[in-house]
Structure formats: structure tokens, C-alpha cells
């Protein structure tokens, strides 16, 4: 059974195991969904290499553009699930090709990111209306 991510405590300390063993994990869910080559694509074609990646134990955050225009695309792993942010005063719309939403991420399963095309579609949606960060100035 899953863990839903909102029951835990997220200052929590895991194990050095645990951490590792979830980082295997995305890494291995990611590769096999394509993303991390998507994103690539989109750094290369669309943003001339201007992106950049910040790797985390469990997903990557791609982003570019650099002060009130700095946007991101935040892409979590949770166990088999594909789990990527959303702009945090936009709701869903009614067509949601996610599996799930829980209000703040869109959720795929295993079936709907094994789908290059849909996968790929979706994240050029992401990177069409990314979401913003706040400004450090």
C-alpha cells in the first residue's frame, strides 16, 4: 500500500538508507519514464541550454529564467508514482489527464507515464504554464 506524502512529517529524519534507497528509486522510475530526456529536450530546444537541474532524493526540478521571471517544472517520485507540482493558485481542470490530483500535484501511475507521448504532452503543458518562483529581491 502507498504512503500518502501529506500524512508525514516532512522535517522528519530519515536514515541515510531510506534516503538512498528512495534516490535509487526516482532515479530508476525516472529513466524508465523518460522524463529526465523530455526535460533535456526542452533545455536544448526551447530554452538554448539556458536551464538547469537541482537533483533531490526523490525527483528533480528543472528551471530557468533568472528574477521576476525565474519559472520551474518540479517533478517528485513517490514509490511508482510520478507526482509533479502544480501552480499553487490554479485548480485543475476538468479534462485531467493525471490519474489523480491532491490539490497540489498532479499524480501519474506507472500506466500513464510507460506512455511517452502522453508523458512528453504533459510536460510541455508544465513548461507552457510553468510555475513561478518568488522573487529573492
Known amino acids: ?10 522535517f522528519e529524519e530519515i536514515s541515510e538508507s531510506a534516503r538512498a ?8 522510475v ?12 526542452f533545455n536544448t530546444q ?4 539556458r536551464g538547469w ?5 526523490s525527483g528533480v526540478i528543472m528551471k530557468w529564467g533568472t528574477g521576476y521571471t525565474r519559472r ?20 485543475c481542470v476538468e479534462n485531467l489527464l493525471a490519474d489523480t490530483c491532491d490539490g497540489e500535484y498532479h499524480i501519474y501511475t506507472p500506466k ?10 504533459e ?7 510553468p510555475v513561478a518562483e518568488a522573487s529573492d529581491d
Open 1 to 10: 500500500m502507498q504512503q500518502d506524502i501529506s500524512d508525514t512529517d516532512p
Open 21 to 28: 534507497e528512495r534516490f535509487e528509486n526516482a532515479k530508476k
Open 30 to 41: 525516472l529513466r524508465e519514464s523518460r522524463i529526465p530526456n523530455i526535460l533535456q529536450e
Open 46 to 49: 526551447l530554452l538554448k541550454g
Open 53 to 57: 537541474f537541482e537533483e533531490y532524493s
Open 72 to 91: 520551474h517544472i518540479w517533478i517528485d517520485v513517490d514509490e511508482d508514482r510520478i507526482r509533479i507540482r502544480l501552480l499553487p493558485h490554479r485548480k
Open 112 to 121: 500513464q507515464w510507460k506512455n511517452f507521448e502522453l508523458i512528453r504532452n
Open 123 to 129: 510536460l510541455k503543458a508544465y513548461y507552457d504554464k
